[in-house]
């Protein structure tokens, strides 16, 4: 049986959950937030982490707002989480 993924690695699969694969579907970090019933701030950090790595993408929006999306990095690590 697999074993239960680290919590910043379930931030990334989530973000792939909903479909931020490219910044037209980028989301906020209050969704991803809202969705793990986690502190926004603590998702945050947790993506501007992976965008520092390089798995992520990120940009303020006409709203003022970040948002996030994973690159083709971020989408072939949280592939990678399945095998």
């Given amino acids: ?3 239960e993924l680290p919590f910043p690695e ?13 910044a037209d579907l980028a989301r906020r970090g209050e969704e991803v937030a809202w969705v793990l019933q986690r502190d926004q701030a603590e998702i945050e950090g947790i993506l501007d982490k992976y965008k520092s790595e390089g798995f992520a993408e ?7 707002k970040k948002r996030y999306y994973l690159n083709a990095r971020g989408i ?4 990678s989480l399945f095998t």
């Fill in 76 to 79: 072939i690590k949280v592939c």
């Fill in 58 to 64: 990120s940009f303020v929006d006409n709203e003022g």
């Fill in 10 to 22: 379930k931030v990334l699969q989530t973000l792939h959950n909903l479909c931020a694969t490219a």
């Fill in 1 to 3: 049986m697999r074993e």
